[in-house]
């Protein structure tokens, strides 16, 4: 084993749910009245905490923006969205054999906790992973404190890890500290994006990363 502890985000890594918070996030600012963002621009932000995320997507918002904002995001993503949001092909199965293999798994994502322990529970992965950390947990990604709290937690080092994420967000903060990093290219940031944070690899099929670790 190369590493002991993998790190994985979740949307886009994980779940294919970039479709869904992005239409998402549109039908929130119709419903606010304020300007639709393009899907690009959504796009972008995702991996980042939805409070760093809105100002970079909405200019002067107050906080009654924020709050309105955040209600109706929330209600669309969770109640009225229809988008599926399934794990891609080939994610469940190997975040399994992972795990009966010896490593040590966690998730560091932009979702809030309460999120990330709904989809957990939904696909029934939660059992696989021993740390956790949402975006309410830490600072928002790219700051590495998220990472240093999963490692703090399982009494690992930077070296003992692989971070594995689609954004450049993700391996920002894995570069910050000196840990190994793998790109996803199926997510929301392409190879050439990902490429400026010198991973050790890019994979476009989540099943891949077999190789590498």
Same mark, same amino acid.
């Given at each position: 084993?190369? /590493?002991?502890?993998?790190?994985?985000?979740?949307?886009?890594?994980? *779940?294919?749910?970039v479709?869904?918070?992005?239409?998402?996030?549109?039908?929130?600012?119709?419903?606010?009245?304020l300007?639709?963002?393009?899907?690009?621009?959504?796009?972008?932000?995702?991996?980042?905490?939805l409070?760093?995320?809105?100002?970079?997507?909405?200019?002067?918002?107050?906080?009654?923006?924020?709050?309105?904002?955040?209600?109706?995001?929330?209600?669309? /993503?969770?109640?009225?969205?229809?988008?599926?949001?399934?794990?891609?092909?080939?994610?469940?199965?190997?975040i399994?054999?992972?795990?009966?293999?010896?490593?040590?798994?966690?998730?560091?994502?932009?979702?809030?906790?309460?999120?990330?322990?709904?989809?957990?529970?939904?696909?029934?992965?939660?059992? /696989?992973?021993?740390?956790?950390?949402?975006?309410?947990?830490?600072?928002?990604?790219?700051?590495?404190?998220?990472?240093?709290?999963?490692?703090?937690?399982?009494?690992?080092s930077?070296a003992?890890?692989? *971070?594995?994420?689609?954004?450049?967000y993700?391996?920002?903060?894995?570069?910050?500290?000196?840990?190994?990093?793998?790109?996803?290219? /199926?997510?929301?940031?392409?190879?050439?994006?990902?490429?400026?944070?010198?991973?050790?690899?890019?994979?476009?099929?989540?099943?891949?990363?077999?190789?590498?670790?």
């Amino acid at each position: 084993m190369k /590493y002991q502890l993998i790190i994985f985000d979740w949307d886009g890594t994980v *779940m294919d749910s970039v479709a869904r918070i992005v239409s998402s996030m549109q039908a929130c600012a119709l419903d606010c009245n304020l300007t639709v963002p393009t899907a690009t621009a959504v796009r972008d932000i995702i991996g980042l905490s939805l409070y760093k995320a809105l100002p970079i997507l909405f200019d002067g918002l107050t906080e009654q923006d924020e709050v309105a904002l955040l209600a109706a995001y929330r209600r669309h /993503y969770l109640e009225l969205n229809t988008t599926p949001s399934p794990l891609f092909a080939g994610a469940g199965e190997l975040i399994k054999s992972l795990h009966q293999d010896g490593y040590q798994l966690a998730v560091a994502t932009g979702k809030q906790r309460v999120g990330l322990d709904r989809v957990l529970a939904q696909t029934q992965l939660g059992s /696989y992973f021993h740390a956790l950390r949402g975006a309410d947990q830490a600072l928002s990604k790219p700051d590495p404190l998220m990472l240093e709290q999963i490692l703090a937690e399982l009494q690992l080092s930077p070296a003992d890890a692989v *971070m594995v994420g689609d954004s450049s967000y993700d391996l920002a903060m894995a570069k910050a500290i000196g840990m190994d990093r793998i790109g996803v290219t /199926y997510g929301v940031h392409d190879a050439t994006t990902l490429s400026q944070h010198t991973p050790i690899a890019l994979i476009d099929d989540i099943r891949h990363l077999r190789d590498w670790v």
